[in-house]
T-cell receptor
Framework: AQSVSQHNHHVILSEAASLELGCNYSYGGTVNLFWYVQYPGQHLQLLLKYFSGDPLVKGIKGFEAEFIKSKFSFNLRKPSVQWSDTAEYFC??????????????FGQGTTLQVKP | SQTIHQWPATLVQPVGSPLSLECTVEGTSNPNLYWYRQAAGRGLQLLFY??????ISSEVPQNLSASRPQDRQFILSSKKLLLSDSGFYLC??????????FGSGTRLTVV
């Protein structure tokens, strides 16, 4: 069974600091990888996703993530955070394959607080 | 365009009462449908998924059940709510597994 682990549960940064949120998954096959963000009081929104190709993926709002297959990791990065990045961030994985039901498995989430 | 409707937005129910949360999708056919629960500090847990009418798979044993009476309708139910059923419930749909759309969620408080 697939599982996703996010190492940081609560991160506090000052504006302009760099961000890296860790995400590791457990699954022996080929996966699709996602990062979602949930701003206070809003829906889940897709930040970026990786299916294949260049392992460095760029998403919205200056976020990027790098897929390292050998480490089963998909860490999220942003060079300089803003107060408006305060939100909860979720890493998610689904398995690719002929019997794919599209089940999206989420990590526990990381709460990011950016201090102005 | 595809949209997903989920209601109610907020619900307060006493312990032991029944539950019915509804989710409907527009603008697509034969979607995969999902129910998630977000509990404080525990992220998003997949509860049920469905790949077609009448086909329901449960991911975790619990006090809840799901049904899919129509292609674009997904219902989450309970006969008797427990305090531990409190949480934020999200419905989602996907056509191919490479993109998901989430509903606005229902905040359930069991008192």
């Amino acid at each position: 069974a697939q599982s996703v682990s996010q190492h940081n549960h609560h991160v506090i940064l000052s504006e302009a600091a760099s961000l890296e949120l860790g995400c590791n998954y457990s699954y022996g096959g080929t996966v699709n990888l996602f990062w979602y963000v949930q701003y206070p009081g809003q829906h889940l929104q897709l930040l970026l996703k990786y299916f294949s190709g260049d392992p460095l993926v760029k998403g919205i709002k200056g976020f990027e993530a790098e897929f390292i297959k050998s480490k089963f990791s998909f860490n999220l990065r942003k060079p300089s955070v803003q107060w408006s990045d305060t939100a909860e961030y979720f890493c998610a994985v689904n398995a690719r394959g002929s019997s794919n039901t599209g089940k999206l498995i989420f990590g526990q989430g990381t709460t990011l607080q950016v201090k102005p | 365009s595809q949209t997903i409707h989920q209601w109610p937005a907020t619900l307060v129910q006493p312990v032991g009462s029944p539950l019915s949360l509804e989710c409907t999708v527009e603008g697509t056919s034969n979607p995969n449908l999902y129910w998630y629960r977000q509990a404080a500090g525990r992220g998003l847990q997949l509860l049920f998924y469905s790949v077609g009418i009448g086909q329901i798979s449960s991911e975790v044993p619990q006090n809840l059940s799901a049904s899919r009476p129509q292609d674009r309708q997904f219902i989450l139910s309970s006969k008797k709510l427990l305090l531990s059923d409190s949480g934020f419930y999200l419905c989602a749909w996907s056509a191919t597994g490479d993109g998901y759309t989430f509903g606005s969620g229902t905040r359930l408080t069991v008192v």
